[in-house]
């Protein structure tokens, strides 16, 4: 059964809220420093709930830089991305900064605010990408081209932005789909690695990925010959007109969608 647990910020320094506050080395001294960071980002409280478990409480994500939770402000509940204590990094700001370059393009979850050790953003409802392939059945096929559609200018609009998200081969973990499709966590982005976010991210959806065969069977395509060529064309050229090559290919021009 799943349960919550509202729990106010200067709670947190109490077990077991602790251990998530300062995941995987509870610390009394750093959970005083994170608490005054909390006060800075003027989160009230912080909501305990969602699939992934550390001790009895619900977290919305664990990964290996960071525990993601819910947070109330004044505003109503964000997301807030804790930094582990075991992080690879010694602050969130790297990230902070990756992460505004995206939101200025129309990417990413809404970032509200950082400081060292903390990320607060736009929560994302909705499914992870593979879910949502998983039950394509269930759209209508002009439903899921726009959301493909939205998905590869998104990332289309990074390679332009020359931001490389750096994990979109297998991004089941990194692009939630809500009514948007929206690519979350930029820890591993770069502004000076050759990008490659257009071209992994089709690679995973027609061609390498596990539902693959099916989205190109439901798209009507036939050849992925084709689309490896273009592809390639696209990874030289890098253009507007190699990109709506691809789309077209796709049968995702904006003609077929509506
Ligand atoms: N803004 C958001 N809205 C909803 N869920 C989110 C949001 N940000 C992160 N999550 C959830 O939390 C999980 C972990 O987030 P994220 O990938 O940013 O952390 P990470 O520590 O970098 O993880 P990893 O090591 O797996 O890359 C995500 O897979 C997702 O399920
Ligand atoms: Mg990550």
Redesign the pocket.
């Known amino acids: 059964m799943s349960s919550s647990e509202l729990v106010g910020i200067d709670d947190l320094m109490k077990e077991p809220y602790v251990n998530v506050l300062c995941y995987p080395e509870p610390d009394l001294n750093v959970a005083i420093k994170r608490i005054n960071e909390l006060k800075l980002l003027k989160v009230n409280s912080i909501l305990f709930e969602g699939k992934?478990k550390i001790g009895r409480l619900g977290?919305?994500?664990?990964?290996?830089?960071?525990?993601?939770v819910k947070a109330l402000t004044d505003f109503g509940i964000s997301?807030l991305?804790i930094r582990?204590t075991d992080?690879n990094r010694i602050s969130m700001k790297r990230?902070a900064e990756m992460h505004l370059m995206a939101n200025s393009i129309g990417v990413g979850?809404k970032f509200f605010e950082s400081t060292e050790n903390f990320i607060l953003?736009?929560?994302?409802?909705?499914y992870?990408i593979l879910e949502w392939l998983k039950r394509l059945e269930e759209y209508s096929v002009n439903g899921t081209r726009k959301v493909l559609r939205e998905l590869l200018d998104q990332c289309f609009s990074l390679d332009k932005l020359g931001l490389d998200h750096g994990?979109l081969s297998d991004p089941k973990?990194?692009v939630?789909v809500s009514k948007k499709p929206?690519v979350?966590?930029?820890?591993?982005a770069s502004i000076s690695r050759k990008v490659s976010n257009l071209t992994k991210i089709i690679q995973y959806l027609f061609i390498g990925g596990p539902m693959a065969k099916k989205l190109r069977q439901l798209l009507g395509i036939e050849d992925e010959k084709i689309i490896i060529d273009l592809i390639k064309n696209y990874k030289k050229e890098m253009d507007w007109i190699s990109y709506l090559k691809l789309l077209s290919t796709l049968n995702l021009i904006p003609q077929s969608i509506d």
């Open positions: 992934t977290v919305v994500g664990k990964g290996c830089v960071s525990v993601v997301v991305k582990r992080a990230e979850p953003m736009e929560f994302i409802e909705g992870s994990e973990k990194h939630i929206v979350i966590d930029f820890e591993s």
